[in-house]
């Protein structure tokens, strides 16, 4: 199994410039997340899906930040206008299981965003 | 809602030497426990679980951790480190409702520093 795939690993961008962050869960997982990861507030939950529905988004920041998963396979999470303190690293990861019942996240490398 | 609090930033530690990282938790409600390691540039992996029976639990690379309810901590434990174990370590705790999407709660992790 390929495992969670994210691109890019890597974004430097211009404030003020849109940014998308993409990831592919692994096939048959119902479940995807989207953390971001910061030094000051460490790894913060900002969305999750399940069986492509948002479900609770209740960590995204601000209206900048958007994320869909328009089938069971992709999502994109996008910033619009990015600011410099969306720097961070953005994971992406994915479970399968029934609710309440653990299943194992499995987390992708990450994109680290730069926003200058 | 639950919380976690890793007490050390930072860990620095002789190869061959053992080794100790402290998590505690809150939560009015019993829980499940984690630890998740993060290499550099990669994701984060499961270590480790706790759910249920034995409060002490083995994962993988020789690391264990021993769930002790009534000081409500989860510490992770190695008799003998390796220069390979220098890392990003994560206390990760959940209720254990048995319906309804229960969310991973994540501490602020404690770097692992083995030298020679």
């Known amino acids: 199994d390929a495992g969670v795939i994210q691109s890019p690993r890597h974004e430097v961008t211009e404030m003020g410039q849109e940014v998308t962050l993409r990831c592919k869960p692994i096939?048959?997982?119902?479940?995807l997340f989207w953390y971001r990861q910061t030094m000051m507030r460490g790894l913060e939950l900002l969305i999750y899906?399940?069986?492509?529905?948002?479900?609770?988004d209740s960590g995204m920041p601000e209206d900048r930040f958007s994320a869909k998963m328009p089938n069971a396979s992709f999502s994109t999470l996008k910033i619009q206008p990015s600011e410099p303190r969306d720097s961070a690293v953005y994971f992406c990861?994915?479970?399968?299981?029934?609710?309440?019942?653990?299943?194992?996240?499995?987390f992708g490398p990450g994109t680290r965003l730069t926003v200058l | 809602a639950q919380s976690v609090t890793q007490l050390d930033s930072q860990v620095p530690v002789f190869e061959e030497a053992p080794v100790e990282l402290r998590c505690n938790y809150s939560?009015?409600?019993?829980?499940?426990l984690f630890w998740y390691v993060q290499y550099p540039n990669q994701g984060l992996q499961l270590l480790l679980k706790?759910?249920?029976?034995?409060?002490l639990v083995k994962g993988i690379n020789g690391f264990e951790a021993e769930f002790n309810k009534s000081q409500t901590s989860f510490h992770l434990r190695k008799p003998s480190v390796h220069i390979s174990d220098t890392a990003e370590y994560f206390c990760?705790?959940?209720?254990?409702?048995?319906?309804?999407?229960?969310?991973?709660?994540f501490g602020t992790g404690t770097r692992l520093l083995v030298s020679p």
């Open positions: 990760a705790v959940r209720a254990a409702k048995s319906t309804g999407f229960q969310k991973l709660v």
């Open positions: 939560s009015s409600v019993s829980v499940y």
């Open positions: 899906f399940n069986n492509n529905v948002p479900i609770d």
């Open positions: 706790y759910l249920s029976g034995s409060t």
């Open positions: 096939s048959g997982h119902d479940y």
């Open positions: 990861a994915s479970r399968r299981g029934p609710a309440g019942v653990f299943g194992e996240q499995f």
